[in-house]
C-alpha cells in the first residue's frame, strides 16, 4: 500500500507563491510517476503537472490559461516528497489540489491512470 500525503496549502492574495508538498510512503518502487491534480467547487478535477520519479519526464497541463511557466514540480528522492511551487497565483487557481501516484515512468495527464491519492490540500487565492 502506498499513502500520500499533501500539506503547503493556504490562503494568498492574488500574485503571490504557494509550495505544496506531497509526502510518499509505504511500498512504492523508484518506477513510478507522481502527478497534481485540483478540484475547483462545481468543476471536475483536472490536471495539472506530473514527473516521473527520476525527474526525466515532466508534463504540465497545455489547456488555456495554464500552470506552465507559472508552477513548478520538481521532486527530492531522499525526502520521498515532490513539490509543487506555484507563482503568480490567481484566483482560478483556487482549488483543492490533490497528489497521486502511478506505477511506470510515463507521465500522463489521465487521472484514470493514477492508483493511490492524498486527501487534498486546499488552495485559497483572493483577488
Known amino acids: 500500500q502506498v499513502q500520500l500525503v499533501e500539506s503547503g496549502g493556504g490562503s494568498v492574495q492574488a500574485g503571490g507563491s504557494l509550495k505544496l508538498s506531497c509526502t510518499i510512503s509505504g511500498r512504492t518502487s523508484r518506477r513510478i510517476t507522481v502527478g497534481w491534480f485540483r478540484q475547483a467547487p462545481g468543476k471536475e478535477r483536472e490536471f495539472v503537472a506530473a514527473?516521473?520519479?527520476?525527474?526525466?519526464?515532466?508534463?504540465?497541463?497545455d489547456y488555456p490559461d495554464s500552470v506552465k511557466g507559472r508552477f513548478t514540480i520538481a521532486g527530492d528522492n531522499a525526502k520521498n516528497t515532490v513539490y509543487l511551487q506555484m507563482n503568480s497565483l490567481n484566483p482560478e487557481d483556487t482549488a483543492v489540489y490533490y497528489c497521486a501516484s502511478k506505477g511506470g515512468m510515463q507521465s500522463t495527464p489521465d487521472d484514470r491512470e493514477y492508483d493511490y491519492w492524498g486527501q487534498g490540500t486546499q488552495v485559497t487565492v483572493s483577488s
Open positions: 514527473m516521473s520519479w527520476s525527474g526525466v519526464y515532466v508534463y504540465y497541463a
